[in-house]
């Protein structure tokens, strides 16, 4: 998935993978979600547990990085509503081909991208293998990003989900399509009241620098064909502060930037809807016909900057537009050259952008 994000307190430092958590914890949230006080009794009762054991679930909640309020006489509440995931909405919300998605919904998983592969490599050889699965979760324990690293998001904070896509192409035609999935996400952060919004080469969302949602793709299948996309998709919704300070990047989220409450249900439902659009436009024509509007929306696009090379070199050069094939096109002293992979950083002293 998207680097953006993941891991939570209760998450190692190194590893990023987070302790399961008991499962009565997002029943509790889930009659928490209104932001009214609830007294412990009352959801001692609603859960069949003790109040110490609810006491025990909060607790857990807190170290997830959910902020709830506790005042004596009074019981327990959360600082904001919650919108908890539900099926039945987001499916009846659904539009275009994304209404024929299969969608399935989990409290917590250690990784959508990784259950989904999972699954793909043991049903490869079916005529449809699982296409259009969608994997939604509430919380990672083991979320990644980009190049092995943590992806970082608290309960309720989130969308994380994977979608399974199978294509009759190989790999060589699917190079391009984190680009693809872009445009996708900018276009329905947009139908969702979220301006200016851009990309950043190869596969994040941004706003000013700051970063809004990511994707991982990861591939399945034979060289020439047929094969299955794992399409791993985080979009950052409300970040409390305790998560923000656990991410070493600039940072934002949805309801920053509309500065209204975000329903998830129905941000994903865009978001899907308008993914399975462009999925099913790249299947039968690639890359190329969305490429235009990708670069218009590239945050880089003709700014001087380094690309940070997977061995630790530094390349610097001019954004000169992307590939068909989804690779950056760099101007740099020693002519054009093209990079399938890297990470894009200002440059310092970038005189050019002024």
Avoid at 280 to 297: I, N, R, S, T, V
Wanted: charged letters at 20%; glycine letters at 10%; one cysteine or more.
């Amino acid at each position: 998935m998207h680097d953006v994000c993941r891991s939570c307190q209760r998450g190692s430092k190194l590893s990023g993978i987070i302790a399961p958590m008991n499962p009565k914890a997002f029943v509790l949230l889930r009659l928490l979600a209104d932001a009214e006080f609830h007294s412990g009794e009352a959801l001692s009762e609603r859960l069949d547990v003790s109040r110490g054991t609810v006491w025990n679930l909060v607790h857990e909640l807190r170290e997830a990085g959910t902020e709830i309020f506790s005042v004596t006489g009074r019981g327990y509440k959360l600082a904001q509503p919650m919108s908890m995931l539900d099926a039945d909405r987001i499916t009846q919300a659904l539009s275009g081909t994304a209404a024929k998605l299969r969608l399935e919904l989990v409290d917590t998983i250690e990784s959508t991208n990784s259950a989904l592969m999972r699954r793909a490599a043991e049903q490869l050889a079916a005529a449809e293998p699982l296409h259009g699965c969608c994997l939604v979760a509430e919380w990672q324990t083991g979320g990644r990003g980009r190049r092995g690293r943590a992806w970082h998001a608290g309960i309720g904070s989130s969308l994380t989900f994977s979608l399974l896509w199978r294509f009759e192409q190989g790999a060589l035609h699917l190079s391009a399509l984190s680009l693809a999935v872009g445009v996708a996400l900018v276009r329905a952060l947009r139908q969702l009241g979220v301006e200016n919004v851009r990309l950043k080469w190869p596969n994040d969302v941004i706003h000013l620098h700051h970063k809004l949602a990511g994707v991982l793709i990861e591939l399945e299948g034979d060289v020439l064909g047929p094969s299955v996309a794992i399409i791993g998709v985080g979009v950052n919704i409300r970040l409390p502060q305790t998560l923000r300070a656990n991410i070493d990047q600039a940072v934002t989220d949805v309801e920053t930037l509309t500065g209204a409450f975000t329903d998830r249900n129905a941000a994903l439902a865009t978001i899907l809807t308008h993914l399975a659009m462009v999925l099913e436009a790249y299947a039968q024509d690639g890359f190329a016909p969305l490429k235009q509007e990708w670069l218009e929306q590239h945050a880089y696009q003709g700014r001087d900057v380094w690309l940070q090379l997977p061995k630790g070199e530094r390349q610097p050069g001019v954004v000169a537009g992307v590939d068909d094939d989804g690779s950056l096109l760099l101007a740099t002293e020693q002519g054009q050259k093209s990079y399938t992979v890297g990470e894009i950083s200002m440059r310092a002293n970038a005189a050019a952008n002024k």
